[in-house]
């Protein structure tokens, strides 16, 4: 019954499977929200338009957001400094749920939090349960391990 409940149990490669399409996932809607910030709406108009929602430091927080979600959605996607950039996006995207939508509802349609949560329920499982091993992450820690066990022999 464990392993029909935890199949990762039986056949570890599954839980690197589903770290590394949640990463990428992950990733590459945080990269479009990014590239979204910076080039359609450009980094004034973005700051324009939290300082319109009640963000402080709009500006700051803009740039912030903006390259956070730029530069950790591709980290998540190669797997390196995986858990930096998700907590650095999910404090990014608390923001966003505490300052701008946790009082228009769920749906999304009406500003609602559910891309948010999704996003910060995601990204809190990578920050836990780190890259995986396909990940550079991943790559480094065997590396490393296989130095370290080899200057201890």
Same mark, same amino acid.
């Given at each position: 019954?464990?392993?029909?409940?935890?199949?990762?149990?039986?056949?570890?490669?599954?839980?690197?499977?589903?770290?590394?399409?949640?990463?990428?996932a992950l990733g590459v809607i945080l990269i479009a929200h990014g590239w979204q910030k910076f080039n359609e709406?450009?980094?004034?108009?973005?700051?324009?338009?939290?300082?319109?929602? #009640?963000?402080?430091?709009?500006?700051?927080?803009?740039?912030?957001?903006?390259?956070?979600?730029?530069? #950790?959605?591709?980290?998540?996607?190669? #797997?390196?400094?995986?858990?930096?950039?998700? %907590?650095?996006?999910?404090?990014?995207?608390?923001?966003?749920?505490?300052? %701008?939508?946790?009082?228009?509802? +769920?749906? %999304?349609?009406?500003?609602?939090?559910?891309? +948010?949560?999704?996003?910060?329920? #995601?990204?809190?499982?990578?920050? +836990?349960?780190?890259?995986?091993?396909? =990940?550079?992450?991943?790559? +480094?820690?065997?590396? =490393? =391990?296989?130095?370290?066990?080899?200057?201890?022999?």
């Amino acid at each position: 019954m464990r392993t029909l409940l935890h199949p990762a149990t039986r056949t570890p490669v599954l839980a690197d499977l589903a770290l590394l399409v949640s990463r990428v996932a992950l990733g590459v809607i945080l990269i479009a929200h990014g590239w979204q910030k910076f080039n359609e709406w450009t980094l004034s108009g973005t700051a324009a338009a939290f300082g319109d929602m #009640g963000i402080p430091a709009p500006t700051v927080a803009a740039t912030f957001a903006t390259a956070v979600e730029l530069l #950790g959605g591709a980290a998540l996607i190669l #797997g390196v400094l995986t858990p930096i950039a998700a %907590v650095l996006n999910m404090v990014i995207m608390l923001g966003a749920l505490l300052l %701008v939508h946790i009082g228009n509802g +769920v749906f %999304v349609d009406d500003g609602g939090f559910e891309l +948010v949560l999704a996003l910060v329920a #995601g990204l809190l499982t990578i920050a +836990v349960l780190g890259a995986g091993k396909f =990940s550079i992450d991943g790559i +480094v820690r065997r590396s =490393s =391990s296989t130095t370290t066990a080899a200057a201890t022999r």
